[in-house]
C-alpha cells in the first residue's frame, strides 16, 4: 500500500544537490526547491532512501521524510500558488 511521503532536503554541494534532486524527480513530485511529495510503497521507499544515501555526504548533508496518512494528506493547506499532488497511478477520472 502507498502512503504520501514528504521527503525535505539540506544538500551543501551543487553537484550531489543536483543528483539528489534528480533522484528525487524519479520517485516524486517538486512542490518546493527542496521538498519533494512521493505517493511510494515501502520497496519504492527503500529503494529511494538506498539511492540517497548514496548521494550524500552524512557528514554535510540531510535528507528527512514525513509520512502522512490520509487523514493527514486530506489537512494539508496550502496559502499562495500550488496543490497537494496525489498517487497518479490511482487516480480514477
Known amino acids: 500500500m502507498k502512503e504520501m511521503v514528504v521527503v525535505a532536503f539540506d544538500v551543501r554541494d551543487n553537484r550531489r544537490l543536483y ?8 520517485f516524486g513530485v517538486r512542490v518546493q526547491k527542496s521538498i519533494f511529495e512521493c505517493h511510494l510503497d515501502q520497496d519504492q521507499l527503500a529503494e529511494l532512501q538506498k539511492r540517497l544515501a548514496g548521494w550524500i555526504d552524512a557528514g554535510q548533508d540531510q535528507v528527512r521524510y514525513y509520512f502522512l496518512c490520509a487523514r493527514d494528506v486530506d489537512m494539508i493547506s496550502i496559502d499562495g500558488v500550488g ?9 480514477m477520472l
Open 19 to 26: 543528483r539528489v534532486a534528480r533522484e528525487l524527480g524519479n
Open 83 to 91: 496543490k497537494v499532488t496525489f498517487d497518479q497511478e490511482y487516480t
